[in-house]
T-cell receptor
Framework: QQQVKQSPQSLIVQKGGISIINCAYENTAFDYFPWYQQFPGKGPALLIAIRPDVSEKKEGRFTISFNKSAKQFSLHIMDSQPGDSATYFCAAILSGGYQKVTFGTGTKLQVIP | NAGVTQTPKFQVLKTGQSMTLQCAQDMNHNSMYWYRQDPGMGLRLIYYSASEGTTDKGEVPNGYNVSRLNKREFSLRLESAAPSQTSVYFC??????????????FGEGSRLTVL
């Protein structure tokens, strides 16, 4: 079963525009929500993460918005650049004795000049 | 600083053949994981090892076995490969606990094709 639903599957944005990727989760026990960025031929790498007691976290051009009541969170990439072209995965984590990470299905972002 | 190293990077197998994917990390992490990545499916956990000496099944363990050889190394074995196991396999590691909760460190992947 898919516990973290991610959309859209693919996204094309013009340079300078805003890229928005959305995720929704089901399990209210998740307590950490990271986003991973993956370039072709490479493994995913942590981009930014948020805890559910925070509604927004910003790091440079990347912002996570978190809506606990709706069980949704999103990644916003401001001033999107061609170098941002990658696949983005949201994830949700149950912490504790073992960090079980549930990933979304991924969004392939293409930023065109 | 190598991080997580996977071998081989590419492999072609025939149905029924066996092979082992190797993974080593040099970050002194306790936990290690094997994921497979398929188009439209995201990353699915095959097996994990929360600490040296322990392993457990993830979401899609059928057809695979693992060995946590020591703290650094975690191998994934396909005993009798099937075309459905054609995928990109990623090994990852993480601190068991600590300020970096949630950060998985991934290798560059092993691309496996089963004919």
């Amino acid at each position: 079963q898919q516990q973290v639903k991610q959309s859209p599957q693919s996204l094309i944005v013009q340079k300078g525009g805003i890229s928005i990727i959305n995720c929704a989760y089901e399990n209210t026990a998740f307590d950490y929500f990271p986003w991973y960025q993956q370039f072709p031929g490479k493994g995913p790498a942590l981009l930014i993460a948020i805890r559910p007691d925070v509604s927004e976290k910003k790091e440079g051009r990347f912002t996570i918005s978190f809506n606990k009541s709706a069980k949704q969170f999103s990644l916003h990439i401001m001033d999107s650049q061609p170098g941002d072209s990658a696949t983005y995965f949201c994830a949700a984590i149950l912490s504790g004795g073992y960090q079980k990470v549930t990933f979304g299905t991924g969004t392939k972002l293409q930023v065109i000049p | 600083n190598a991080g997580v190293t996977q071998t081989p990077k590419f492999q072609v197998l025939k149905t029924g053949q066996s092979m082992t994917l190797q993974c080593a990390q040099d970050m002194n992490h306790n936990s290690m994981y094997w994921y497979r990545q398929d188009p439209g499916m995201g990353l699915r956990l095959i097996y994990y090892s929360a600490s040296e000496g322990t392993t457990d099944k993830g979401e899609v363990p059928n057809g695979y076995n693992v060995s946590r050889l020591n703290k650094r190394e975690f191998s994934l074995r396909l005993e009798s490969a099937a075309p459905s196991q054609t995928s990109v396999y990623f090994c990852a590691s993480s601190h068991h606990r600590g300020p970096n909760t949630g950060e998985l460190f991934f290798g560059e992947g092993s691309r496996l094709t089963v004919l």
